[in-house]
């Protein structure tokens, strides 16, 4: 394995415990397997790092294929839902988890959505991000510039020099690498939107196809954007905003956002800052920078994300996709992969309400649905402890920690359940009840659900 | 094979369809059976006392303890502590949100000006077409926009043709974060509606702040006051997987004072879990009693309305209506159109299916009101986050703009125009029509005419802004 090289920003110097390795990979991966925390411990912080930034070799899936309800292959580009399915599965099945996680990043940074193009391009879309992973942000963004579901999603297919369309233009600039009216105006978003004139494609029966750059659509005049006068073209367009003065900070605090749960301190912002600049725009190193500050370990717990939550639940439990109803439940935990809300991606900053936490309830109920106990003998003995349910309950989950009163409280109903049974055929039914208890409890509690 | 335009390959597959089928999961689905035990708490000609008596007691006793092994205690206790705790009868204000910024020029349109013809060579709305504009017939309303003229004809909608703010920002989400904050800067982080209920809500009513959006609305964002989220009331139906009776109620009960206990952690994402679990408690209690089998509604409207298979909006609508009509201590409710208005390149089909659906459903909505005599005390404010620009854009669609149109429905609305239709003549100098109403004065108004609230203690610097005479 790779050694990292030294970070140019604080690190973090407690102690690499399970609970530290646990956090790296909810916010790094999708939740542990069972033992994997202390796996990861045992490697220190460096190596722990670097065994998810730098993994050697293609990614493997590891464990059964996933399939639909009826055990048929799943088809991510004909069936409704088997897109969500597929990529859901890579997230739990995937040995380099931080490959999946940083295209989810991306996913969101530059949200597209199939609303707009098929799910054969979303998928193009997503091996495109996938490469990307820790990449260049500059060479990511030239390659989605031109990439076709986003040509479609936010009309640079039909920005012509004949009728120019500000739309990929304006996001560009306010949601990919600048930020809203972050030194540049309506007249940069227009001739912003001239320079990105020319891609076009057709449309057959069978969709969009034939995606391509034609220069007799290209708007060849001179445009002035952010002051710089020249016959710009779409490279250029992507070149002049990775290098507007205040890309390097929009970069970077929302790169940040999606790890830590503090504000990102001025020195450390100006310390990232000149390593990105410095290494033109190269994301690696600032990840591994992040995933080893002490406000990482430190900081405030994060929400977890929908999609990881669900995942990490199956991470979790040792399971695989066997149903695609995870596409259904996803609509109403708020987070379906390749449908993003608005062409902002998510909202990280709020997942949970009333709603979407019924929709998380919806998902610990699948991830059980295959584990119900209602048996006429409680499978693991009549005289299993109250301490001993709940640890077979974690173990389920693989292990996860809870914290004192959580804990607490589980006990509690688990006395209250085995409370004043009048007669022994009443024995059964309440140990099932309080370890089917135990189980959607434990995914439920909000020690769980924020990491 | 999936369409080549999935645009629609959603059908069979809209978000409401998508909850049932996964909420009424383990038990197949059948076709709905009426029951004759089934109280239909929201029908027509049912007080919000005799309701409250009958939640409390007889009513939801056979509904819903049968069902839920609940006792009366538990399903009464929310909804009447919080009802107790609201002025009987109080007025609720609906934000309708029309997502992406509708084109204004197309919802009302200035058909006489040869101007609009040549900004608009292939979107212009034809002069045949169109529903002449009460105050000003040289105006008309879009062919698809009816039910909105039928509105305005009989004086229930107040139109608002040339709304927003100074310094106008083209970004959807600054316009939107400001239109939600009622104030234009990007640093505030509490809805205006939300802050409203900071100053007069209590402590334990989430429905105060009610959210249609399936997830919350974020013009109700609160800084303490508690809020809830739902997507129709017959549909937050909660199981847990091999638990049910009283395994069911204790388990459930334990999450909500997990999160009650822990919603005081100093952890914000604690907080944020640990909300969300405290207030499922309280919403789920309320809503029993509109919840039918498999996840059908438990109440009947009386009126029809429009069906989608893009868009739940109706639905949603209608199950307001019924709650409305029950009692259920509603202040501020927030509904987002499933239609995204955002339409840089072929408008026509998106606008004019998501514009009809938008008012035939406010129109059903409105009569659904009136039929059960609540609509005294409903207010609707239909509000997007910009306009678009004035000339097209050559992919049959608008790019951005600035000053749009708002509309106000209701049976106490004054039921004319507030300012006036923004000239063509008078562009900005992007080309987009300036505001000649003040978006945060409308705000402040509704504050003042509707809720009798000091507007200073929700809306910053409320005194400069000009107020405008809604209400008859």
């Given at each position: 394995m790779a050694n990292l090289d030294p970070s140019p920003t604080d690190v973090y110097t407690g102690p690499f415990t399970e609970v530290a390795a646990t956090r790296l990979l909810w916010r790094a991966g999708f939740g542990p397997g069972p033992g994997d925390p202390a796996k990861l411990a045992a490697l220190g912080l460096d190596g722990a790092v670097a065994s998810l930034t730098r993994p050697t070799g293609p990614a493997q899936l590891i464990g059964a294929a996933p399939h639909d309800d009826e055990g048929h292959p799943l088809d991510p580009i004909n069936v409704w839902g088997d897109d969500h399915c597929w990529w859901l599965d890579r997230m739990v099945r995937?040995?380099?988890p931080l490959v999946e996680r940083m295209t989810l990043i991306w996913h969101s940074w530059f949200a597209t959505s199939e609303q707009a193009s098929s799910a054969q391009l979303m998928i193009d879309q997503n091996w495109t991000l996938r490469r990307h992973w820790l990449g260049n942000f500059h060479t990511l963004l030239v390659d989605v510039t031109k990439d076709p579901a986003m040509l479609l999603w936010l009309n640079g297919a039909s920005n012509t020099k004949f009728s120019p369309n500000e739309n990929y233009g304006r996001e560009m600039l306010e949601l990919f690498t600048l930020g809203a009216d972050r030194g540049y105006d309506q007249d940069d978003v227009h001739q912003n939107a001239r320079a990105l004139t020319g891609f076009t494609n057709d449309w057959d029966n069978s969709g969009p196809n034939n995606f391509r750059f034609e220069p007799s659509l290209h708007d060849d005049g001179i445009k002035k954007i952010f002051d710089q006068r020249g016959r710009w073209t779409w490279r250029d367009s992507c070149r002049l905003a990775v290098n507007h003065w205040s890309h390097p900070s929009f970069f970077l605090t929302k790169l940040w956002g999606y790890f830590v749960g503090a504000p990102i301190p001025a020195d450390t912002q100006a310390a990232l800052e000149r390593t990105y600049v410095e290494s033109h725009f190269e994301v690696r190193p600032i990840v591994e920078a992040i995933l080893r500050h002490p406000l990482f370990y430190e900081g405030p717990k994060l929400v977890t994300p929908p999609i990881v939550f669900t995942a990490g639940l199956l991470r979790g439990s040792r399971q695989t996709i066997t149903t695609t109803s995870w596409a259904w439940i996803a609509q109403l935990t708020g987070q379906v992969l390749f449908q993003p809300?608005?062409?902002?991606?998510?909202?990280y900053a709020q997942w949970l309400d009333t709603s979407r936490w019924a929709g998380r309830l919806e998902a610990a109920n699948q991830a059980l649905s295959g584990f119900v106990l209602n048996h006429e003998k409680y499978p693991y003995g009549e005289h299993e402890t109250n301490e001993e349910a709940l640890r077979r309950a974690l173990a389920f989950w693989g292990d996860p920690k809870l914290s004192d009163e959580t804990r607490a409280r589980l006990l509690g109903l688990g006395r209250r359940v085995m409370r004043g049974l009048t007669a022994t055929w009443q024995l059964p039914p309440a140990l099932n009840t309080r370890q089917n208890a135990y189980r959607v409890l434990i995914a439920m509690s909000n020690d769980y659900q924020a990491r | 094979m999936r369409d080549a335009f999935p645009r629609n390959c959603c059908d069979g597959f809209t978000r409401s369809q998508a909850i049932r089928r996964v909420l009424a999961s383990g038990k197949p689905p059948v076709a709905r059976e009426w029951d004759p035990?089934?109280?239909?708490?929201?029908?027509?000609?049912?007080?919000r006392r005799r309701f409250l008596a009958g939640a409390a007691g007889g009513l939801l006793t056979v509904y819903g303890a049968e069902r839920l092994g609940l006792t009366d205690r538990m399903l009464g206790d929310g909804i009447a502590r919080a009802a107790a705790l609201q002025p009987a009868n109080g007025p609720i204000l609906v934000s309708i949100f029309m997502q992406g910024g509708i084109d204004a020029l197309s919802v009302l349109a200035p058909a006489g000006d040869p101007l609009y013809a040549k900004l608009r060579p292939t979107l212009a709305v034809a002069p045949t077409d169109g529903i002449p504009f009460r105050e000003d017939p040289s105006l008309l309303w879009h062919p698809s926009a009816t039910s909105f003229a039928s509105l305005h004809n009989a004086g229930k909608v107040t139109v608002f043709p040339g709304i927003g703010y100074a310094d106008p920002d083209m970004s959807h989400f600054t316009s939107r974060h400001y239109w939600e904050v009622g104030v234009t800067d990007t640093s505030v982080m509490t809805g205006w509606m939300g802050r409203y209920l900071d100053v007069v809500g209590s402590k334990d009513n989430p429905f105060q702040g009610l959210s249609m959006d399936g997830a919350m609305n974020p013009t109700l964002a609160t800084a303490t006051a508690p809020t809830a989220a739902i997507d129709q009331p017959d549909n937050f139906n909660l199981y847990m997987s091999g638990l049910w009776g009283d395994g069911f109620e204790w388990s459930l009960q334990l999450l909500t004072e997990l999160g009650d206990l822990q919603r005081r952690s100093h952890d914000p994402a604690i907080v944020q879990v640990a909300r969300a679990a405290s207030e499922v408690g309280v919403v789920r209690r309320t809503l029993l009693p509109f919840q039918g089998a498999n996840g059908t509604p438990a109440y009947t409207s009386p009126v029809t309305y429009p069906t989608a298979s893009e868009s739940d909006l109706p639905q949603r609508l209608a199950g307001l209506a019924a709650m409305i009509a029950a009692g259920v201590p509603l202040r501020c409710v927030a509904l987002t159109t499933d239609t995204q208005f955002d339409t840089h390149s072929a408008q026509a089909p998106t606008f004019d299916t998501g514009l009809q659906l938008t008012a035939d459903s406010l129109l059903a909505f409105q009569n659904d009101l009136e039929a059960r005599g609540v609509a005294d005390r409903v207010l609707v404010h239909v509000w997007s986050e910009f306009g678009r620009r004035a000339e097209e854009n050559g992919s049959d669609g608008t790019d951005h703009g600035a000053a749009g149109i708002s509309l106000l429905i209701g049976s106490r609305v004054q039921g004319g125009m507030i300012g006036e239709f923004a000239p063509l003549t008078n562009l900005d100098v992007n080309g987009n029509q300036k505001e000649n109403v003040d978006y945060r004065g409308v705000y402040c108004s509704l504050l003042e005419q509707w809720f009798g609230q000091d507007a200073a203690a929700v809306i910053p610097k409320a005194a400069q802004f000009p107020r405008y005479q809604l209400l008859t």
């Open positions: 995937s040995n380099q809300p608005n062409v902002s991606g998510w909202d | 035990r089934m109280p239909i708490p929201a029908g027509v000609g049912i007080d």
